[in-house]
């Protein structure tokens, strides 16, 4: 189940959090429809747990 999404890089990319399951983050490229990896945007390995998150103008 999706929480909370937000779209970045001009719409390039779809980043989604999942309210179960996992309850960490997911990013998928929009432009060939693959789910990927964002090293910048990474949870520590320790939780992955995600309550919620905010992208900047940065």
């Known amino acids: 189940m999706v929480y909370q999404f937000e779209f970045a890089d001009d719409?390039?990319?779809l980043v989604v959090r999942q309210q179960y399951g996992s309850w960490g983050?997911?990013?998928f490229d929009l432009t060939?429809?693959?789910e990927i990896q964002i090293k910048?945007?990474?949870i520590p390995e320790y939780?992955?747990?995600v309550n919620a998150?905010?992208?900047n103008a940065d």
């Open 53 to 55: 998150f905010c992208f």
């Open 32 to 34: 060939n429809y693959d």
């Open 25 to 27: 983050m997911r990013n």
């Open 11 to 13: 719409n390039k990319v």
């Open 40 to 42: 910048e945007i990474e």
């Open 47 to 49: 939780s992955k747990d």
